[in-house]
């Protein structure tokens, strides 16, 4: 029961268009969601995160969007640029107290930007 | 500026074997996780610690076992290795385990079982 769904495994953009990747969950339980970076042979790296009382958070380049109703969330990077290739992990923490901040992840898509 | 540290990098153990991965972190975070990646997979939470001496497990605790004697330390210990635990192990920490505070990777143990 895969609680967290990255269903495209990779996208391939051109330097300086836009890069959308998707994430939907199933539980209703989950309050914050998370975008992490992974490159080769590192461990992920923080991107952007957002409340579920949101519905927009932008970082620079970095946009993420959560649609509530739908259970979907998306990550929007523009401009690409081919230093964005790399993992993309979707991950969402469960509210409360007794969820000591556990997150539960996506499977990942692999984002290639071609110069 | 460490962050969080994990040894070693790569491993191959034999079936039976048993080993301690490493883990230590430098931000004086409280909260520790273990997690495992397989090959096309997210990653997998295996134990989690929310303090020196408080441990529990996660989603796939079977076959490992973790302490936490220390704030900086939280190892990962596998008693009987298994060709199923072959995996890249990740350690990560949090100042706390609220909101939307991120959680902070070492680089992996690349660790096979043959």
């Known amino acids: 029961d895969q609680q967290v769904k990255q269903n495209s495994p990779s996208l391939s953009v051109q330097e300086g268009r836009i890069s959308i990747l998707n994430c939907d969950y199933t539980?209703?339980?989950?309050?914050?969601f998370l975008w992490y970076k992974k490159y080769p042979a590192e461990g992920p790296t923080f991107l952007i995160s957002i409340s579920s009382i949101k519905d927009k958070n932008e970082d620079g380049r970095f946009t993420v969007f959560l649609n509530k109703s739908a259970k979907h969330l998306s990550l929007h990077i523009v401009p690409s640029q081919p230093g964005d290739s790399a993992v993309y992990f979707c991950?969402?923490?469960?509210?409360?107290?007794?969820?000591?901040?556990?997150?539960?992840f996506g499977q990942g898509t692999i984002l290639t930007v071609h110069p | 500026n460490a962050g969080v540290t994990q040894t070693p990098k790569f491993r191959i153990l034999k079936i039976g074997q048993s080993m301690t991965l490493q883990c230590t972190q430098d931000?004086?975070?409280?909260?520790m996780y273990w997690y495992r990646q397989d090959p096309g997979m997210g990653l997998k939470l295996i134990y989690y610690s929310v303090g020196a001496g408080i441990t529990d497990k996660g989603e796939v605790p079977n076959g490992y076992n973790v302490s936490r004697s220390t704030t900086e330390d939280f190892p990962l210990r596998l008693e009987l290795a298994a060709p199923s635990q072959t995996s890249v192990y990740f350690c990560?920490?949090?100042?706390?385990?609220?909101?939307?505070?991120?959680?902070?990777f070492g680089d992996g143990t690349r660790l096979s079982i043959l």
């Open positions: 991950a969402a923490k469960e509210a409360g107290g007794t969820s000591y901040g556990k997150l539960t």
């Open positions: 931000m004086n975070h409280n909260y």
């Open positions: 539980n209703s339980m989950f309050d914050y």
């Open positions: 990560a920490s949090s100042y706390s385990g609220s909101g939307g505070q991120p959680q902070h």
